[in-house]
């Protein structure tokens, strides 16, 4: 089975305080994403890369930043929080287009509380 | 850019009964991905059902199947004999060839015993 894991389930921090969100794939994925959900809102892109140190911005990168520098792991990075930035955060994995599984994989959130 | 559109922010079905949940989409590509992701109270994304866009024949998978209408940009899911353990947050995405999601608001499924 295909697992994304995300480092925290739940993850309180101060303003200003400069957060780290992990993301490991199993499965080999090129692509990898991570999403906010908010209520209301559905998922939104933040970011995410295709490659190895490549990176594209998604809806709403303002104050994220990531970084992949090895193929399974994928990092978004809270310059300093803020509690705006107070949300539930998915990360998800698939492979390119044409390949057998097309769908997202998605690891099992971290709730962060910015206080 | 391609927009998800879920028109209801909550459904709620009587155990057994059959409910269709909504989604409209917009976009431009003739070659696309759709999927609707089921989210339970353990906010793990599960992966319900996915339809390509080059095939007419609507997707099933056991009690869950869809309704695609690529002209008018429908895909709709319908859940038959409806179990508690489906009640959940249901999301409709659309996966363009470069690999990128859209998702909708989500659809919150309540299923009453």
């Known amino acids: 089975d295909v697992k994304v894991t995300q480092s925290s389930r739940y993850l309180v921090k101060r303003t200003g305080e400069k957060v780290f969100l992990e993301c490991v794939q199993d499965?080999?994925?090129?692509?990898m994403f991570w999403y906010r959900q908010d209520p209301g809102l559905g998922l939104r892109l933040i970011y995410f890369?295709?490659?190895?140190?490549?990176?594209e911005k998604g809806d709403i990168p303002e104050g994220y930043s990531v970084s992949r520098e090895k193929k399974e792991r994928f990092s978004l990075i809270l310059e300093s929080a803020s509690t705006n930035q107070t949300s539930m955060y998915l990360c998800a994995s698939s492979t390119p287009q044409g390949g057998r599984n097309t769908e997202a994989f998605f690891g099992q959130g971290t709730r962060l509380t910015v206080v | 850019a391609q927009t998800v559109t879920q028109s209801q922010p909550e459904m709620s079905v009587q155990e057994a009964e059959t409910v269709t949940l909504s989604c409209t989409y917009d976009?431009?590509?003739?070659?696309?991905?759709l999927f609707w992701y089921k989210q339970p109270p353990s906010r793990q994304m599960i992966l319900v059902i996915r339809q390509e866009a080059y095939k007419q024949q609507n997707a099933t998978e056991n009690r869950f199947s869809v309704n695609f209408q690529k002209a008018a940009k429908s895909f709709s899911l319908k859940i038959s004999d409806s179990q508690l353990g489906d009640a959940a947050m249901y999301f409709c995405a659309y996966r363009n060839n470069a690999g990128k999601s859209t998702f909708g608001d989500g659809t919150t499924l309540t299923v009453k015993p």
């Open positions: 499965m080999d994925h090129e692509n």
């Open positions: 890369s295709y490659d190895v140190k490549m990176k």
């Open positions: 976009t431009s590509e003739s070659d696309y991905y």
